[in-house]
């Protein structure tokens, strides 16, 4: 079994940056896997904000291309979001995705709030 666990979230101002952080722990190595971030804000469908393949090939929404990047530490099992030129419409909860062969599994989610 896979656990994901986001941390980061919070209030922050436009303009401002922000790191989200994905917690791995189980029975798998996210070296050899594919994962991503999405977000869902209020009454909108969950969308892909950014991925990163085991062979670290990343890849963006066009709405976050140029502002946020992700990464991930396989030392640590842990997947990044580091997000900046934050405005209000990135307010969502953000969620880790994680792939490996036929299985998915997702984290609980991280909410932050971009306003002044």
Do not use: H
Request: aromatic share 10%; net charge positive; charged share 15%.
């Amino acid at each position: 079994q896979v656990q994901l666990v986001e941390s980061g979230g919070g209030l922050v101002q436009p303009g401002g940056s922000l790191r989200l952080s994905c917690a791995a722990s189980g029975s798998i190595f996210i070296s050899i896997t594919t994962m991503g971030w999405y977000r869902q804000a209020p009454g909108k469908q969950r969308e892909l904000v950014a991925t990163i393949t085991s062979g670290g090939s990343t890849g963006y929404a066009d709405s976050v291309k140029g502002r946020f990047t992700i990464s991930r530490d396989n030392a640590k099992n842990t997947l990044y979001l580091q997000m900046s030129s934050l405005k209000p419409e990135d307010t969502s909860i953000y969620y880790c995705n994680l792939q490996y062969l036929t299985m998915g599994y997702w984290g609980q989610g991280t909410q932050f709030t971009v306003s002044s």
